[in-house]
């Protein structure tokens, strides 16, 4: 028994150091970690960490962000931005009871398709204190309906002859992860790519006033102070140290890079602690949620973008 888990340990010490390596994308390290844990090849004591990684990672991905632009894109869009992100957060809530999801996988849906996608799940999860299944399920989810996205929107857009300037606002709104947002505007024109980044740029600064929303509104009754979640906190110094020290920008790349491959890690450790019982109990729920927010979200900005 003893040597089984020796062996274990082993093997996902060689995964989390495949981590590392750049061609391991988050959605092939999260589907590692569920695939070894669903055949029963689960690890000890390695789950007690991620969320520690999780955290570390969002401050180290600060340091890769530029102050200029998300100034610049912050003065524009402000109020569309609020209330999209708003009225999507909200008819997240509002699904979740409809189909009986989980509390917390529903705020982690809901946080992922309204910002930006899987970013936004690893910054809320923490906060909520959610369970490994149910990050798994939220991430599954974004990262399923992002691969779908990345091929069905430029399509969709070319069938309906959406100008670049609408596609880009479309793909940032309606698309949960900036790759995917970045790929399909990519596919679309160059134009359309250049709206995009820069309109999802936006969406992505509101991960900090939403994980304060949500410390807030999510504290217990009997809890008689918030818990301030003090690496969002540390994100914003890390954006301001880096714009601060330009001369520094060799070392900031390193720690980006930190930070991107500490995100594939986490999801690894994420997806290795899901078992076949949380599968049953929560993965079609989880789907018909998420799809259901998406697509109702997909329809109505693009409505509202051609009036």
Not at 9 to 37: D, E, Q, R, T
Not at 227 to 233: K, N, Y
């Amino acid at each position: 028994m003893i040597k089984d888990v020796i062996k274990i340990n082993w093997l996902y010490k060689l995964l989390l150091f495949a981590c590392l390596l750049p061609f391991v994308s988050p959605a092939m390290a999260l589907s590692a970690g569920i695939l070894f844990s669903l055949l029963g090849f689960k690890p000890q004591n390695f789950h007690k960490h991620t969320s520690q990684i999780l955290q570390i990672s969002i401050v180290l991905l600060g340091f890769g962000m530029n102050l200029n632009d998300v100034i610049t894109a912050s003065k524009s869009g402000f109020f569309q931005t609020f209330l999209s992100v708003t009225l999507v957060m909200a008819l997240g809530i509002l699904l979740g009871k409809l189909f009986k999801v989980e509390k917390n996988i529903t705020l982690l849906i809901a946080s992922g398709t309204a910002i930006c996608g899987g970013s936004a799940i690893a910054a809320v999860a923490p906060i909520l204190g959610s369970k490994n299944y149910q990050n798994s399920f939220a991430l599954i989810v974004v990262f399923v309906l992002n691969a779908v996205a990345l091929l069905l929107f430029p399509f969709i857009g070319h069938q309906l002859g959406l100008s670049q300037e609408t596609f880009g606002n479309w793909a940032a709104i309606a698309i949960h992860d900036t790759s995917s947002v970045v790929g399909a505007g990519a596919i679309y024109g160059e134009k359309a790519l250049q709206i995009a980044t820069t309109v999802k740029l936006i969406r992505a600064l509101w991960i900090i006033p939403l994980s304060i929303v949500v410390s807030v509104v999510n504290k217990e009754q009997k809890q008689k102070s918030v818990t301030i979640p003090w690496f969002i906190l540390f994100f914003v110094v890390a954006i301001l140290f880096a714009n601060s020290f330009p001369e520094l920008e060799e070392s900031f790349v390193h720690f980006t890079w930190l930070g991107k491959r500490g995100m594939v890690v986490a999801l690894l450790l994420i997806g290795s602690n899901i078992t076949i019982k949380q599968v049953k109990q929560s993965g079609v729920k989880s789907f018909a949620l998420g799809i259901s927010l998406w697509v109702i979200t997909a329809a109505v900005s693009l409505f509202l973008l051609k009036l």
